[in-house]
C-alpha cells in the first residue's frame, strides 16, 4: 500500500503562517481526491480541506479563508498551505488520498503535528 509521510508542522504564534507537505511513495494522488485531516486532543479525526481530481475545493468552515489546499500530482505531493493560524488549530494533521466516495486509499502516516501558542 502506498506510504504517505506529512512534514512541515511546527510551534507558530497565533497568527503566523506554515505550510505542510504530504508525500506519497506512489501516484496515488493522480486521478483521486486528496484530503488533509485534523485531530486534537480529546477529539476525534476532522476533515479539514479536500481538493478533487478536477481541482475542486471544500473546506471545514473553522478554516475556509485561511487555509488553501493544493497538489502537485508530478511530485505526488498535497500541500496545505496554513494562514491566520489559532490556537484551535492546534492538532496532529494527517493527509491521504481518496476515492470520490471518501474511501482511504494510502496507509496513515504519522502525522505532522501543529501547536499555535505564545
Known amino acids: 500500500q502506498v506510504q504517505l509521510v506529512e512534514s512541515g508542522g511546527g510551534l507558530v504564534q497565533p497568527g503566523g503562517s506554515l505550510r505542510l507537505s504530504c508525500e506519497a511513495s506512489?501516484?496515488?494522488?493522480?486521478?483521486?481526491?486528496g484530503a488533509w485531516y485534523r485531530q486534537a486532543p480529546g477529539k476525534e479525526r476532522e476533515l479539514v480541506a479536500r481538493i478533487s481530481s478536477s481541482g475542486m475545493t471544500i473546506y471545514a468552515d473553522s478554516v475556509r479563508g485561511r487555509f488553501t489546499i493544493s497538489g502537485d500530482n508530478a511530485k505526488n505531493t498535497l500541500y496545505l498551505q496554513m494562514t491566520s493560524l489559532k490556537g484551535e488549530d492546534t492538532a496532529v494533521y494527517y493527509c491521504?488520498?481518496?476515492?470520490?466516495?471518501?474511501?482511504?486509499?494510502?496507509?496513515w502516516g504519522q502525522g505532522t503535528q501543529v501547536t499555535v501558542s505564545t
Open positions: 491521504n488520498a481518496e476515492t470520490r466516495w471518501g474511501v482511504a486509499l494510502g496507509s
Open positions: 506512489g501516484r496515488i494522488f493522480s486521478g483521486n481526491a
